[in-house]
C-alpha cells in the first residue's frame, strides 16, 4: 500500500515506524513535511519539504504518488481541508476534515456542541466575539477564569489565572490582547471557569461511528523542572502497563471514554460528517470527575509516542480502516509503560539559544537501553549532520515493565547516547517523586488527603 504521511515532527516519525513496521502489510511511505526529518526521510520511498498548510501542494505530491492512503498529523492542515481535497481526489485519509476536524480549530465550537448535546465534562463557560461584553462576564463571574483564544495556537494559547495570569485585570489585558494581535485567527474568545485537578490525555481512533480508545497518558507542557515555566508544546509523557494513570481509577477513564464516544455521535449529527482519525480528549480530573479541557482532532505530540510503540495488530489496516469508515475489531497494547521525554535546544522556548546548532544521536546507543528515539523538527543536511531549529528536536521513549524501569530506560538513553552544545530535557518526568506528587494533590482534591 502507498501511504502519503503528512507533517515532519517526532509524532509523525512514530507514525512512520508503526505503519512501516506493520507486519502485516507491504508499505510504501511518502512523505510531505516541513522540515528534512532524517528518521522520516529514512522510511521514506520519496518527500517533499513543503508548507502542510498549502492543500493544493500536498494534493498534487498525493496524485503524483498515486498514493491509497494519507495520514494527516498536525492540525492546521486539517483545518484548512486537507481531508476534504484529498477526498475529493479519492485518497481515503486518517484525520477528520475541516467541519468535523473544527473541534480544536475552533473552542467556541467545541463547547457549545458539549453544551447543546448534554455531554457531561463541560465547565460553566461562554463565549464572545467581542471583547468588552468578555470582560464584563469575567467581571461578573467574579471567580478564576480560563481565557482561551478560540482558533488555533499550538497549544501555547490558553492563559489561566492563577497560572499564568496573576489576577481577573490581567485576564481582561489578555482578552483584548487576543482581539487585538488576533491570536487564534478567529476573533473569538472563550471564557470559562477554572478547574482544578490533574490533566490526563485520552486519544480514541473513530470511523465516525465506533470508537476504540488507547492507554491514558500524561503530558508535561511547562517548559521546566517542577512544572516551571512557560508552556510548551509538550516536554515529555507517561503511560503505565495498565493503560490507567496512578491518580485514574478505571471508572474515571470509562467516564472519559463516554465523553469522546458522545462527542463522535454530537459531531456527526451536527456537522453531518463522521469524524475519521484520533479524536483526542485532555482531561482534568477534578473534584467532580472529568471535565474536558479541549479536545483535539489528532495524535497528541507526545502522547502519540506513548501509544504507537506498544500497539499490537495491524496498525495499516487500522489506519485505512478509520479512513475508510469501516473500523472492525479492538485495538490492542503491550502491557508496558512508557515514557517519553523530549530533548530541546536549549532556549526553548523562549530564546533562540542551540537553534541551529548540531544534535549528534547515536541511535544504536538508545535502542541498546530499551529506547526509541524519534526526530522532531530537526533537518537533515547533506553532509550527514542534523541541526536542530527553534523548536523540540528529538523525543526518547522508554519502555518498560514499570514506570521506573521506563523512566531509567529514557533518562540513560539521554545522558549517555545523545549530545550538543545546547540541549537541554526535563529529567523528572516519569520520576517516581513527580507521579507521588501528582497522587497527593488529587487525593487532596478529591478529599482524601
Ligand atoms: N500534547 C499536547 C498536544 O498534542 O496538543
Not at 62 to 74: C, F, K, S, T, Y
Not at 156 to 183: C, P
Not at 210 to 217: E, G, N, W
Amino acid at each position: 500500500m502507498r501511504v502519503l504521511l503528512v507533517g515532519g515532527g517526532a509524532r509523525e516519525h512514530a507514525i512512520a515506524e508503526a505503519l512501516c513496521g506493520a507486519p502485516d502489510e507491504d508499505v510504501e511511505l511518502y512523505a510531505f513535511m516541513p522540515n528534512r526529518n532524517p528518521g522520516i526521510i529514512r522510511l521514506s520511498a520519496d518527500y517533499e519539504v513543503g508548507d502542510v498548510t498549502d492543500v493544493e501542494a500536498v494534493v498534487k505530491a498525493a496524485e503524483r504518488w498515486r498514493v491509497d492512503l494519507a495520514v494527516v498529523g498536525p492540525e492546521d492542515p486539517l483545518a484548512e481541508g486537507v481531508a476534504d481535497a484529498l477526498e475529493e481526489v479519492g485518497v481515503p485519509t486518517f484525520g477528520p476534515k475541516r467541519e468535523p476536524a473544527r473541534i480544536e480549530w475552533d473552542k467556541g465550537f467545541a463547547r457549545r456542541l458539549m453544551k447543546e448535546y448534554g455531554i457531561p465534562g463541560c465547565p460553566e463557560f461562554e463565549v464572545f466575539e467581542d471583547p468588552d461584553e468578555a470582560c464584563e462576564y469575567i467581571d461578573e463571574l467574579g471567580k478564576p477564569v480560563a481565557v482561551k483564544p478560540a482558533g488555533l495556537t499550538g497549544g501555547k494559547g490558553v492563559k489561566v489565572v492563577g497560572d499564568q495570569l496573576a489576577n481577573l485585570e490581567e485576564a481582561k489585558e489578555y482578552v483584548r490582547e487576543i482581539f487585538e494581535e488576533s491570536i487564534g485567527g478567529i476573533p473569538k474568545v472563550v471564557i470559562e471557569e477554572k478547574c482544578i485537578g490533574e490533566e490526563y490525555t485520552i486519544q480514541a481512533y473513530t470511523d465516525g461511528e465506533r470508537v476504540l480508545p488507547t492507554p491514558a497518558v500524561q503530558d508535561h507542557p511547562h517548559a521546566y523542572e517542577g512544572d516551571e515555566g512557560p508552556i510548551t508544546g509538550g516536554m515529555g509523557s507517561y503511560s503505565c502497563p495498565d493503560g490507567l494513570l496512578p491518580f485514574l481509577t478505571e471508572e474515571d477513564y470509562e467516564r472519559s471514554v463516554e465523553i469522546l464516544e458522545e462527542t463522535v455521535r454530537a459531531i456527526k449529527e451536527e456537522t453531518g460528517e463522521p469524524y475519521r482519525g484520533v479524536l483526542y480528549g485532555q482531561f482534568m480530573l477534578t473534584a467532580e470527575g472529568p471535565v474536558v479541557i479541549e479536545f483535539n482532532c489528532r495524535y497528541g505530540d507526545p502522547e502519540a509516542m506513548n501509544i504507537l510503540p506498544i500497539m499490537e495488530g495491524d496498525v495499516v489496516t487500522l489506519h485505512a480502516s478509520v479512513a475508510e469508515g469501516s473500523m472492525e475489531g479492538d485495538v490492542e497494547f503491550v502491557e508496558k509503560a512508557t515514557v517519553c521525554k523530549y530533548v530541546v535546544p536549549a532556549g526553548y522556548p523562549e530564546s533562540s539559544e542551540g537553534e541551529g546548532e548540531v544534535i549528534e544521536v547515536d541511535e544504536e546507543c538508545i535502542h541498546r537501553r530499551d529506547a526509541i528515539p524519534y526526530y522532531a523538527s530537526v533537518n537533515l543536511e547533506e553532509d550527514g549532520t542534523i541541526r536542530m531549529t527553534s523548536s523540540r528536536a528529538l523525543a526518547v521513549v522508554g519502555l518498560g515493565d514499570t514506570l521506573e524501569e521506563a523512566e531509567e530506560a529514557a533518562e540513560s538513553a539521554i545522558e549517555e547516547c545523545v549530545s550538543g552544545e545546547n540541549i537541554r530535557h526535563r529529567s523528572d518526568i516519569g520520576k517516581r517523586e513527580t507521579v507521588e506528587r501528582r497522587v497527593k494533590r488529587m487525593e487532596h482534591i478529591r478529599g482524601g488527603g
